[in-house]
């Protein structure tokens, strides 16, 4: 049913509509009765195996790779390398995947593979779309069998993280992009100008044309391909599609001549592009593990890529040759920020440092590092007029530094939920914070106040899914 063209759709909408209606009362009906007797439920079948087996690495206190099971929405939230779980598809799960064996190393860590029939459990409840509530699951078979009145509801509504935000070079507008989708926002208004749909999976990446006219947003599928769209900002419309990389593109930059687009994935590599054409000018693959943040040099000679493999490497642009290697950090690197004079790098990640680089010709020296918060840094900042430096991190805070000593200048704490996303207006005024709830805020820098919620509310995966279903 949901394949039906677009044209069709369009022209005899009424008779789809009313189609519609006689397949849900017949054939969608009775296919959620036998789901909602057979899927198993989150807590009685699916929490126990997990909280038996994993909770020893993967707790509040414990959470190796930054997975934690001791709650629903923190299994759903998945570990360093994002969601773990893909509703309804529970072979595309990295969950499912590591307990299979499929992916290394085999979960539970040091302890035999989970029985089939345990494994079994976990993926039904994934196919059925891994929904969180066991009570309106037997509610609602129970009230199916009383009336058999056929009901059709919505899956549990799990909206998408603001997965990307970013101010345009004018300061005018702000892209944040989550599952599928792209909102332009105008921050004096809190108005949406334009949603931008198209997008394979997450839009994990958002980088204007230093001009302002275009957005690149990356993104793709999972272990499957990276896709680089091509936005023009004022029509809305889409210009391009790059396809490229094995696995999702994490990171995408925009040269400051304009001419090339930069992308981190993954699949280990970075690769510059040509922005006009799509032509894959060089792939960068020195780095053994996902690249997670690409930036260049504020005179576009140079790309500088952070890595999980706890390095940031330095590319000469015009040959795609590696330059050197800054090796501080002890674990992996989530974002990489050039000083706006080009003379310093700083980045940060999973060791909860932020380290600052001087930057020559050929070596970089590490100026300063500093254990800055009390969790996994999960985004940086640098503004562009060189006053502040800002982390978010997963112990609920942003920290706001001034980037010449990292002294603490204001602290945003308590935030309601992870911020993975900021940017800083390009005049440093605002700054926006995308959270993992699907919320977006933008502060006031000076004064350190929020002026302005709001709630994006992209479908997540369950959510487009449970609409594509009832279609
Ligand atoms: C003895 C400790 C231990 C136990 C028990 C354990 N894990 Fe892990 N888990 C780890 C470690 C360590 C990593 C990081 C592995 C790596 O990246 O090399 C990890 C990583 C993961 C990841 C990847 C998270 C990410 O995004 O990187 C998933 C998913 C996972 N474990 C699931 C499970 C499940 C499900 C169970 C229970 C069936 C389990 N683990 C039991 C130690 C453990």
Redesign the pocket.
Known sequence: MSNKPLTLRATFRILVLSTACVLMATGLASYYLVRAATAPSYSSDVAP??KR??L???SATQH????M?DSYSALMK?????A?IVPHDAKAS??IQ??EGDED?Q?????DP?PEAQIAIVKAWINAGAGDSPAVDEAHAAAQKLSQIPEIRPEVPVTSPVTTVKFSPSGNVIAAGGYREIRLIDPVTGNVLATLVGHADYVRSIAFSPDGKMLAAAGGSQARGGEIKIWDVQSHQLLRTFAGHQDSIYSVAWSPDGKLIASGSYDKTAKLWDAETGKELFALQDHIDAVFSVAFSPDGKRLATASQDRTVKIWNVGTGRRLYTLSDALDGLTGVAYSPDGSEIAAAGYDKTIYVWKLAEDEGHLRQSLIADQDSILAIAWAGDAQTLVTASSDGSIRLRNPATLDLTSVLDRQPDWVETLDLSPDGKWLAAGRYNGSLSLYNVATAKEVRAMNLVFGGPQVVAANEARK
């Open positions: 195996i997990l087996n994993c020893s690495c993967h190796k790779s930054g997975f099971i998945g570990g360093k390398h994002g773990v990295r969950i590591l307990l190393p979960m539970p860590l040091e302890s989970l």
